[in-house]
């Protein structure tokens, strides 16, 4: 495969797990310089170190952030142009999946966090590092939403209320932003296997939680669930050049799941 990230700085944020930490594993291995953000410092370490294995060359910023903080995103945004000078990609990524409950029960505390996290932490996240882009006149960004995010799944109010929120601002900043030579889009997963969806069949099945997996896919026309490096290989696709016309739109990876009736 060609090298499609050479000379390119690519940000991400929830690096240091799942589906960040998936694509930052292809678009080193495609010839990124890497800025990884996470909550979660020692998984930075880690990840860094898994990096070094598939792509000794890779140069990799580790930064500890909350993306729910925008002093903190601001923070971040400036110690990749300080280290690196551009942002050609970003991953805008980092969220959680919140407690499942019924709307009545599930909580303003909660709903707020989960907002604040998957919601204003991407907004914050587009306005600082679209400063940097429109500069530049160039750079891609991909959102994650998620199949919550396109569809009703139930039990998930900040969940639902938070991902729709992150196709709406795709869709609106895309239209704002395409004339000055940058792409946004979204990812509309569904159930991939990362640390977040386990924690999510743990809530629903306990101890019997792979057995409560096995149910959980049983309804997806491919019958599995989604691999994080499926993610990856897409988010490297679209955050590459070969990607820059697909722009505001929403791009479901789930399997066909949210196409079914
Ligand atoms: P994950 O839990 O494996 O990884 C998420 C990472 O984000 C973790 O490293 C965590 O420390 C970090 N993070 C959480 N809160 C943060 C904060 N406030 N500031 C900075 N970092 C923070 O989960 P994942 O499955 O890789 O999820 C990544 C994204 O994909 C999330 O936005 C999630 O909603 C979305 N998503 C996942 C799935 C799936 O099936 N895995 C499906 C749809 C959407």
């Not at 060609?2 to 960040?20: C, E, M, P, Q, Y």
């Not at 945004?77 to 999946?97: C, L, P, S, Y």
């Not at 932003?177 to 946004?184: A, D, E, K, P, T």
């Not at 049983?218 to 490096?229: D, I, L």
């Amino acid at each position: 495969m060609s090298n499609r990230f050479d000379d390119k700085v690519v940000l991400i944020t929830g690096g240091a797990s799942g589906l960040g930490q998936a694509a930052a594993f292809q678009v080193a291995k495609e010839g990124a310089k890497l800025s990884l953000v996470d909550l979660n410092s020692d998984s930075l370490e880690e990840t860094k170190e898994l990096i070094r294995k598939e792509a000794p060359e890779a140069e990799v910023l580790l930064i500890t952030a909350d993306v729910s903080k925008e002093e903190d995103v601001k923070n971040y945004v400036k110690q990749t142009t300080d280290r690196f000078g551009k942002i050609d990609g970003f991953f805008n990524n980092a969220g959680i999946e919140g407690k499942q409950n019924p709307t009545e029960d599930y909580g303003s505390d909660e709903f707020n966090k989960v907002v604040g996290i998957n919601l204003n932490g991407v907004f914050y996240g587009m306005k600082y590092v679209l400063e940097v882009m429109k500069k530049q006149g160039s750079g891609a960004i991909v959102n994650t939403a998620s199949v919550g995010g396109i569809r009703g799944v139930g039990n998930q109010s900040g969940y639902a209320a938070s991902k729709h929120g992150v196709v709406g601002l795709t869709r609106n900043s895309g239209i704002e932003y395409g004339q000055y030579g940058i792409s946004i889009k979204a990812i509309a997963p569904g159930a991939i296997m990362t640390p977040m969806v386990e924690n999510s069949l743990k809530q629903m099945g306990g101890d019997n939680w792979e057995e409560a997996g096995k149910e959980f896919v049983s309804v997806n026309p491919m019958k599995r669930f989604g691999k994080p490096e499926e993610v990856g290989s897409l988010v490297s696709f679209l955050l590459s050049d070969e990607a820059a016309f697909i722009n505001a739109a929403v791009i479901p990876i789930d399997g066909g799941q949210s196409y079914k009736y």
